[in-house]
């Protein structure tokens, strides 16, 4: 891989929209962009590639939520009825 070359796309790339930045536009490279430049060989073309999102437990998003801890949560976390809640009197 050219060292140079991904230092400078490092210093273009915006992590908040995954893409990069030049001034005012945005530019996202194709999928035979990418593997041209990072040398890969065994990418198939006519396959969609997506990152899957990691399911979210209802404790990581009260943390989440609130901005405590896990701790805090798993103390207030209660089932009822095979569905995990808080009680109104904890938040």
Known sequence: ????LIQAMGR???P????FTFNQDDMTLTIEEYSALLHIDNV???KIYVKEPK???F??????LTGMTDT?????????NKVSCVPWFSL
Do not use: E, H
């Open 59 to 64: 404790k990581k998003k009260l943390v989440r």
């Open 72 to 80: 805090w949560a798993k103390k207030l976390i209660r089932k009822k």
């Open 12 to 14: 273009f790339w915006d």
């Open 55 to 57: 399911p979210m437990t």
């Open 1 to 4: 891989m050219d060292g140079q």
């Open 16 to 19: 908040a929209y995954q893409c």
């Open 44 to 46: 198939q073309l006519n």
